[in-house]
């Protein structure tokens, strides 16, 4: 706000910019997040108040300004994220088809999750993002308006490159799973197992609170979890794993992380997939969450009664063969009913 605007003309030329933004996408079929949008705009008003002050006949000029600018920047950048994870927190999930077997966490540590997960999110782009917008605002209060345009051409390449890196890791999350269906096709494991538990690991790792990054790992793991069950000549009944010796399950999943490097994935992913079999206190958490949801996949049925003994199972092991916090996790992931709940594929 270069000129010092009043933040309500500011949030409202903004709103008008959105909706103007969003004819094409609406027009496509596509309709803007509601909760985002909202979001949006809050944060923005927010911006926009606390920038007042620097407009204030004694405020810093110039390059001392930097450092206010900076500030207003950095919390932001919090109340982005804090308000995105009241919307994640407050979203309405299904309700389950049976009393939950557990009770949903308490507010504040869900969201405290949920809050770690957002900041966490912003370690990589959030600081240029915050340098640049400090940027524009000197370079607008010095240029006036004409300075947007030029200062805005390095954003909309940056735009352009991550679309393309996105497109990259969509075909690459295509590849894995078109290589986890391969199970499934030579008759090792059931339809749709592999997409159940990696889904069932993601809500896990989420409500662990899991960064970017090592969600993105341990989507891929679960994915590959029964890659090396390929190597048997007699697939086993139903593709589960548990029954078998620790000798052979630990060798299967030795030959499923060898598979799994030669398919070019990170490393993360391949020693998440070849220490599943391995006790839970030597593994990675992506290896510890898919062989929890690995085992509630295997064990848990169409019903209620089924869900409820599956979890039991994976109690009574915890801190033996399973880690006691995923386990618990699972649980409630399991009794907001959103995934792994009765009934659902």
């Known amino acids: 706000m270069p000129g010092g605007q009043p933040a309500p003309q500011v949030v409202a030329v903004v709103l008008a910019g959105a909706l103007a933004g969003a004819v094409p996408h609406i027009a496509r079929g596509r309709v803007p997040d509601p909760d985002r949008t909202a979001v949006r705009l809050l944060t923005l008003a927010f911006a926009a108040l606390c920038a007042q002050p620097l407009h204030a006949p004694h405020a810093p000029t110039g390059p001392r300004q930097v450092p206010a600018l900076l500030g207003v920047l950095a919390l932001t950048a919090l109340c982005d994220a804090a308000l995105t994870a009241l919307t994640r927190r407050a979203r309405p999930a299904p309700r389950p088809a049976a009393p939950p077997p557990t009770a949903p966490p308490p507010l504040a540590p869900r969201y405290a999750a949920l809050l770690r997960q957002e900041v966490r999110r912003m370690r990589g782009a959030g600081p240029a993002v915050c340098a640049t917008g400090a940027v524009l605002a000197l370079g607008v209060a010095a240029a006036g308006l004409w300075a947007l345009p030029v200062l805005c051409v390095p954003l909309l390449l940056a735009r352009l490159a991550l679309r393309r890196r996105d497109a990259v890791r969509r075909t690459y999350r295509q590849t894995v799973a078109s290589l986890a269906r391969a199970t499934e ?143 618990e996790s699972l649980a409630r992931v399991v009794a907001r009913g959103r995934v792994g709940g009765p009934g659902t594929g």
């Not at 006790?279 to 169409?302: F, K, S």
């Open 185 to 327: 096709v030579a008759g090792h494991t059931p339809p749709g197992h592999a997409h159940r538990v990696a889904a069932l690991s993601l809500a896990v790792g989420r409500e662990l609170g899991l960064p970017a990054d090592e969600l993105a790992v341990l989507e891929y793991a679960a994915l590959l979890h029964d890659i090396g069950q390929l190597s048997l000549v007699d697939p086993v009944p139903g593709g589960a794993t548990a029954p078998l010796p620790d000798a052979e399950r630990r060798r299967i999943a030795l030959l499923g992380g060898a598979v799994a490097r030669q398919a070019g994935v990170p490393a993360a992913v391949a020693v998440a997939v070849e220490r599943q079999a391995a006790p839970y206190r030597g593994q990675p958490t992506a290896a510890r969450i898919v062989r929890a949801a690995n085992a509630y996949d295997e064990l848990r049925g169409r019903t209620a009664p089924e869900t409820l003994r599956a979890l039991e199972h994976l109690r009574h092991g915890a801190g033996r063969d399973y880690d006691p916090a995923v386990v």
